[in-house]
């Protein structure tokens, strides 16, 4: 018998069988993932002991393989859609929209240009629409991109930006960004070539946003020194404590000097969608660029981030390339191959999950979702403010709220206080019931909740606040 091993098939049955078995496992995680725990940990030598070995040259059953995965590789990760997931970004995610991934993964779209896929090339344009409508942008000149997530549409976007306003020559280019700016900002800086002398970190204010007047003297300074300042990075929901930047004001000095105005809206853009948020953006859609992710407050899985700009044109000025190899797929100019508009040619079918979830939900429900965690993170405000045992170091804003342990009429130093801040996450999350980790803010350690998921009730709030009040009195 001939053998057919290197066609890497499954028979009819067995894709079948695998599928169906597949799919229950996630539906079954959807359904009882609340009754699980967060947190996993595994040290490398752990994780080496159960899964290192060489390449198998001999086959494995399929269903084998699976029950592997399903038993010893996902039980030990993270769960990030988990209602006591607090930290970092947590991914909410929706049923929906893994379907829609299935089905792009399945299919093996290519959703680089419209001759690979038309209709996923016309799916990111009809998508991209709706967020170009939300945030206000241009409709007719607006465009964008989907990306994998934040930090590759802010590079996307410090690409288009440096090319717009400065062509090939970036040697005196100066960028702004606050000191809650996120990291990836600076990366992307860092990979792009610019030196640490042509960034400014301007402070901010007593209530995490840039300062607009130190903004301004660094401007100027910069001017008289025979320098271009270029490119502001402005602050949609920081990470650390939800806080806007003052973006009218950011857009006014924008428009005075010509430089570029980008707004990371990574973590809080989509607040868009609620009243609350609505006004905390104000000015957002005075943007040059703008990135959001929907993977976060979007309740997409991963990955899935976007980079919206006023004038598509400036896109395809910055990435298109005219390779020999794909002079027969170009098409007219109202067939958008996104290749031109990013980085990467070779694209998954990100566009799809998004449609589909909301044309599933409909976008009054992600509405009532995003406005539902807003309230959510006010009213955990409220009740730490009424308890004698928590201080509120940053109030709640866009959904994230920074606190500590620090009893009223506490002896405790500083110092120690900082240390059974640490302690508290440290053991919580050794516990696995809760993800709850620290983070520095005004020279404290502080704890740092992050109120994204519409599934976490105020109950399942209390329940960490009450575990971590027990930690503490323990270790006091």
């Not at 964008?144 to 549409?153: D, K, P, R, V």
């Not at 025979?226 to 009218?248: E, K, M, R, W, Y």
């Not at 005075?256 to 859609?285: P, Q, T």
């Not at 980790?437 to 502080?446: A, D, F, G, M």
Request: aromatic residues 8%; hydrophobic residues 40%; contains cysteine.
């Amino acid at each position: 018998m001939a053998d057919n091993s290197y066609k890497l098939e499954l028979s009819k049955a067995e894709m079948k069988q695998l599928g169906y078995k597949a799919i229950d496992a996630i539906v079954d995680h959807f359904d009882v993932q609340n009754d699980k725990k967060p947190v996993a940990t595994g040290s490398r030598a752990e994780m080496d002991s159960l899964f290192s070995e060489t390449a198998p040259e001999i086959a494995t059953d399929a269903s084998q393989i699976l029950d592997f995965v399903l038993d010893e590789v996902l039980p030990k990760s993270n769960i990030v859609t988990h209602p006591k997931s607090y930290s970092f970004v947590p991914g909410p995610s929706n049923y929906v929209s893994v379907i829609g991934d299935i089905l792009a993964t399945g299919f093996n779209v290519f959703a680089g240009g419209w001759v690979g896929s038309p209709a996923a090339a016309e799916l990111e344009i009809v998508t991209m629409n709706w967020l170009l409508k939300l945030f206000k942008f241009p409709s007719k000149k607006g465009g964008g991109i989907f990306t994998s997530g934040g930090s590759m549409a802010n590079l996307t976007a410090l690409v288009t930006a440096r090319r717009q306003r400065c062509g090939d020559d970036f040697s005196k280019a100066i960028i702004y960004m606050s000191d809650q700016a996120h990291s990836s900002n600076i990366k992307a800086i860092r990979v792009l070539g610019f030196k640490k002398e042509q960034i400014r970190i301007i402070p901010t204010d007593i209530e995490f946003k840039i300062a607009i007047n130190k903004l301004k003297n660094a401007i100027a300074k910069d001017k008289l020194e025979g320098l271009f300042p270029f490119c502001i990075i402005a602050s949609a929901g920081t990470t650390n404590t939800g806080t806007v930047d003052p973006l009218n004001a950011i857009a006014s000095i924008c428009k005075a000097e010509n430089i570029w105005f980008h707004i990371d809206g990574a973590y809080g853009g989509a607040a868009i969608l609620s009243k609350h948020g609505k006004k905390a953006l104000a000015g957002i859609e005075k943007a040059d660029s703008l990135t959001i992710d929907p993977h976060k407050w979007m309740f997409q899985p991963y990955e899935m981030g976007c980079l919206l700009v006023r004038n598509h044109k400036w896109l395809s000025e910055t990435f298109s390339e005219k390779p020999e190899y794909l002079r027969d797929i170009e098409g007219n100019a109202s067939e958008i191959n996104f290749y031109d508009h990013g980085i990467q040619l070779t694209r998954r079918f990100r566009a799809l999950k998004l449609y589909m979830s909301v044309k599933t939900f409909g976008l009054s429900a992600f509405r009532k979702a995003i406005e539902y965690n807003i309230l959510l993170a006010e009213r955990v405000e409220n009740a730490l403010r009424e308890s004698s045992s928590w201080e509120v170091i940053s109030p709640a804003t866009l959904a994230v709220i920074n606190f500590r342990y620090h009893p009223i009429n506490s002896q405790l130093t500083e110092k120690k206080l900082d240390a059974l801040n640490q302690h508290i996450s440290s053991e919580i999350v050794k516990s696995k019931e809760a993800l709850l980790v620290t983070t520095i803010l005004q020279n404290q350690v502080v704890l740092r909740m992050c109120l994204i998921n519409p599934r976490t009730s105020f109950q399942d709030v209390k329940e960490t606040l009450e575990h971590c009040e027990r930690i503490a009195n323990e270790y006091l």
